[in-house]
């Protein structure tokens, strides 16, 4: 039996879920999030908790065990939490700021870049080089930020461009010169 996918997930107060068949609705404060699980497993709701079933124990069964009760758990998790992801702009004249419902960044090209917001997705900016991405949808958050860290991901001689506020850039010694030892 899967560890992750045997355990109930307890739904909060303010979290309203609907499950019909194999569709998911969580309806939370956050936002509204539906999903559509594969037909195999066998989602249930008993006493206040989401209970994720599957029919035997095939390879492609218990690998969507555990998967289908963390992708609810994380439907759950953001329409009362919310995730966020937050990128770090470096480098000399680098810099980001907010207008209107657009990020326009400052990244050492000759043009600036900028993003839209998506629905869903809020950015928000602190200072000149903190960009943070939030919503209630996990997959959506992480791939926004990607998405902006791409512009100009970070290189590993002097450290310029976006990264993680938790990644690590391995540097790389630059090329030596002549009479270098």
């Known amino acids: 039996m899967s560890r992750i996918g ?16 194999n569709l998911v609705k969580v309806k939370g404060p956050k936002g509204n999030l539906e999903k559509t699980f594969v037909k195999d497993m066998e989602i249930t709701m008993q006493d206040g908790f989401i209970l994720v079933k599957r029919p035997n124990d095939s390879k492609r069964n218990r690998s969507l065990h555990g998967l289908t009760r963390s992708l609810i758990y994380n439907m759950v998790e953001g329409v009362t939490t919310g995730f966020e992801k937050k990128l770090e702009v470096n480098g000399v004249g680098y810099r980001v700021q907010k207008q209107g419902k657009n990020l326009v960044m400052n990244l050492g090209f000759s043009h600036q870049v900028i993003v ?21 949808d996990k997959q959506k958050v992480g791939q926004f930020a990607a998405e902006i860290r791409e512009k100009r991901p970070p290189e590993p001689y002097k450290g310029k461009g976006i990264k993680y506020i938790d990644e690590h850039i391995v540097r790389k010694v630059g090329k030596a010169g002549k009479g270098a030892k």
């Not at 739904?11 to 879920?17: E, K, Q, S, Y």
């Not at 839209?116 to 209630?136: A, C, K, R, W, Y």
Request: overall charge negative.
């Open 116 to 136: 839209p917001e998506i629905d869903g997705i809020t950015i928000g900016v602190e200072g000149q080089n903190l960009i943070t991405v939030s919503g209630p």
């Open 6 to 21: 045997r355990l109930p997930i307890k739904i909060p107060d303010g979290v309203d879920v609907k499950v019909e068949g």
